[in-house]
């Protein structure tokens, strides 16, 4: 069974501030990992999603990285926003068609 | 389009009552399914469907039911709640499983 973990499970920084988030996982045969965002009592949307052959996907101020060797992958935010603040998650397809997602970093942003 | 929705909002629950949760999607995606999520755990797959008439169980089937008549269509019912099923529950699809997710906004389920 996968297991997905994110570290730290909280995190504050200054607006303005670049921030590495990061996600660990067990089993490298996965098919995708995707990056995302879940604000207070909301679903979660989508921001990033890597196939397993990519190393890199970018969207704006995002970059998601992929190592499959190692079992990581990280989400970088560049120039931080108040905006920004919420609950990050990771997940990753695996094969028999299941989804194993973390348990989130909460990210607050200080104006 | 309206995406992934999702019924009721909330809902309480009295211990052994069944109910029915609801979840349509009108993108045409292959790949639903169920989690639920719950402080400290994250979110948690229940039940999955790669199409119609076609489902799974997932990690946490026990004390609930799924059924895929349509592709638009993936209920997910309690046959008799339990407060361990207190939860805010998530319904999600996408085109292929290596595609992207699209999640539903939520149902918030309180068993007493």
């Known amino acids: 069974k996968q297991e997905v973990t994110q570290i730290p499970a909280a995190l504050s920084v200054p607006e303005g501030e670049n921030l590495v988030l990061n996600c660990s996982f067990t089993?490298?045969?996965?098919?995708?990992l995707q990056w995302f965002r879940q604000d207070p009592g909301k679903g979660l949307t989508s921001l990033l999603l890597i196939q397993s052959s990519q190393r890199e996907q970018t969207s704006g101020r995002l970059n998601a990285s992929l190592d499959k060797s190692s079992g990581r992958s990280t989400l970088y935010i560049a120039a931080s926003q108040p905006g920004d603040s919420a609950t990050y998650l990771c997940a990753s397809a695996n094969t028999g068609n299941q989804f194993y997602f973390g348990t989130g970093t909460s990210l607050t942003v200080i104006p | 389009n309206a995406g992934v929705t999702q019924t009721p909002k909330f809902q309480v629950l009295k211990t052994g009552q069944s109910m029915t949760l609801q979840c349509a999607q009108d993108?045409?995606?292959?790949?639903m399914s169920w989690y639920r999520q719950d402080p400290g755990m994250g979110l948690r797959l229940i039940h999955y469907s790669v199409g119609a008439g076609i489902t799974d169980q997932g990690e946490v089937p026990n004390g609930y039911n799924v059924s895929r008549s349509t592709t638009e269509d993936f209920p997910l019912r309690l046959l008799s709640a339990a407060p361990s099923q207190t939860s805010v529950y998530f319904c999600?699809?996408?085109?292929?499983?290596?595609?992207?997710?699209?999640f539903g906004p939520g149902t918030r389920l309180l068993v007493l």
């Open positions: 993108m045409n995606h292959e790949y």
């Open positions: 089993d490298s045969a996965i098919y995708n």
């Open positions: 999600a699809s996408s085109y292929i499983l290596s595609g992207t997710q699209y």
